[in-house]
C-alpha cells in the first residue's frame, strides 16, 4: 500500500490532503492497530466520502456516530417508509421507489457544494463514477471509507437491526466487496478516488469524528 504520509496523528485524527492535480490515490490500512487507531477524520469543505462495505458491517451506525454535516444514507430513507407502509408489504415492492428518493436527495446534497458522507453497499460503481465528477466539478475530491468485517460479523450486524438482505444478495455483495478490498490494498482504489481507508471493527469503533474543514486547509483536531 502507498505510505505516503499524510496524516497527522494517529491518536487525535487524520487529515486527508487538499488534491490540486491528479496525484497518486492515498491508502491508509488502519485494520489490527490494537487501540492506535484516530479518532478523527478530517477532509477538505467540499470534499465528498463514500462509507462502503458489506450490509451490516456498521456502514450507518459509523455515519450516525461520526458524520459531522451533511450525510446521506439510504437506510435512513428506507427507515422513513418502513415507519409508514404495513409490515406486510415486501421491501421488494417499493424498493425502487426508495432508492429514487435516496438519490434525489444524493443529488441535492451534491449542488450545495458541501462537504458530504455517502452510505454506499459498494455494488454500484455507476453512483461512485457519479460523485467523482460531482465532486470534481464544486473543487472536491472523492475519499473511500472500506470497513472490512468478517461475513459473520456482518450477518450478526444484519440479525441485531433485525432486517437482513437475501442469500443471494448478501453473496453478490461480499464478491463485489472483495474485489474492492483487493484492488484497494493493492494501491488500486476505483479510478477518482484521491484517497482509500480500510477500516476493521475496532478501528471503526475508535472513529468518533468525521468532518469538514471550513476554511481551504486539512487539520487534524482532537
Not at 69 to 96: C, H, K, N, W
Not at 121 to 148: E, F, I, K
Not at 165 to 183: C, D, E, I, M
Amino acid at each position: 500500500m502507498n505510505r505516503t504520509p499524510v496524516y497527522a496523528t494517529v491518536t487525535s485524527g487524520i487529515t486527508v490532503p487538499k488534491q490540486r492535480r491528479a496525484p497518486a490515490p492515498v491508502v491508509r490500512d488502519l485494520r489490527d492497530r490494537e487501540g492506535r487507531s484516530p479518532r478523527a477524520l478530517i477532509l477538505g469543505p467540499r470534499d465528498v466520502v463514500v462509507i462502503t462495505g458489506l450490509p451490516g458491517s456498521g456502514k450507518s451506525t459509523l455515519m450516525h456516530r461520526a458524520v459531522q454535516g451533511r450525510r446521506i444514507d439510504s437506510q435512513d430513507t428506507r427507515d422513513r417508509f418502513d415507519a409508514r407502509i404495513p409490515r406486510f408489504v415486501p421491501y421488494t415492492l417499493y424498493r425502487p421507489l426508495v432508492r429514487l428518493v435516496h438519490y434525489a436527495a444524493l443529488r441535492r446534497a451534491l449542488r450545495t457544494g458541501e462537504g458530504v458522507v455517502v452510505h454506499d453497499c459498494g455494488t454500484r460503481s455507476w453512483v461512485r463514477g457519479w460523485l467523482v465528477r460531482a465532486a470534481r466539478r464544486r473543487g472536491g475530491t472523492l475519499h473511500l471509507l472500506l470497513l472490512d468485517v468478517p461475513p459473520e460479523t456482518a450477518r450478526e450486524g444484519q440479525r441485531a437491526r433485525g432486517r437482513g438482505v437475501s442469500r443471494h444478495a448478501f453473496t453478490r455483495h461480499r464478491r463485489t466487496t472483495a474485489r474492492l478490498l483487493a484492488a484497494v490494498e493493492q494501491g488500486e482504489p476505483p479510478a477518482g478516488c484521491g484517497s482509500a481507508v480500510v477500516l476493521d471493527r475496532a478501528a471503526a469503533d475508535a472513529l468518533h469524528r468525521i468532518g469538514f474543514t471550513r476554511g481551504g486547509s486539512v487539520t487534524a483536531t482532537r
